[in-house]
């Protein structure tokens, strides 16, 4: 029993931390910056990513659209964000922004923004609820 007791105190667990608004508003035919920042103790290495998915108002199931690793972007080819997904992070600010254009209603739902740092792990992903309104 000693030795499980001490072995649990011995390894190191740090977290990733991802920050994000709770919720935003976003004008219809716009483009939105959707924030997303993170924390991590670790040096921000090569096999940090990022990945966003969409749940729209009202589904069930989320979809991927982006993802981030290495300094290349990995928009999906999905409809609904086909063409309109820009990054704006920079992993060594600890930022992994993305930006999207020509927002539509039918973009209204929540944004998942999940940071990977290994050996971090991740605590639980950033959620924005965005809401496309009328000009």
């Known amino acids: 029993l000693l030795s ?3 072995l649990s105190h011995a390894v190191q667990v740090s977290a990733v931390e991802v920050n994000t608004p709770e919720e935003m508003f976003v004008e219809n035919g716009t483009d939105a910056k959707l924030p997303c920042t993170f924390t991590s103790v670790e040096v921000i ?12 108002e ?6 991927s ?7 290349k972007s ?6 609904p964000f086909k ?3 820009t990054w704006a ?4 600010k600890k930022d992994a922004s993305i930006t999207i254009s020509n927002m539509q209603f039918r973009d209204n739902g929540t944004y998942i923004c999940d940071v990977k740092n290994p050996p971090d792990i991740v605590v639980k992903p950033g959620e924005i609820r965005v809401r496309v309104v009328e000009k």
């Open 4 to 6: 499980s007791l001490y």
């Open 45 to 56: 290495s090569s096999a940090a990513s990022v990945s966003w998915s969409f749940q729209p």
């Open 58 to 63: 009202g589904a069930a199931t989320r979809i």
């Open 65 to 71: 659209f982006f993802y981030y690793s290495n300094g």
């Open 74 to 79: 990995y928009p999906g080819k999905d409809i």
């Open 83 to 85: 063409d309109r997904i």
């Open 89 to 92: 992070g920079d992993l060594n």
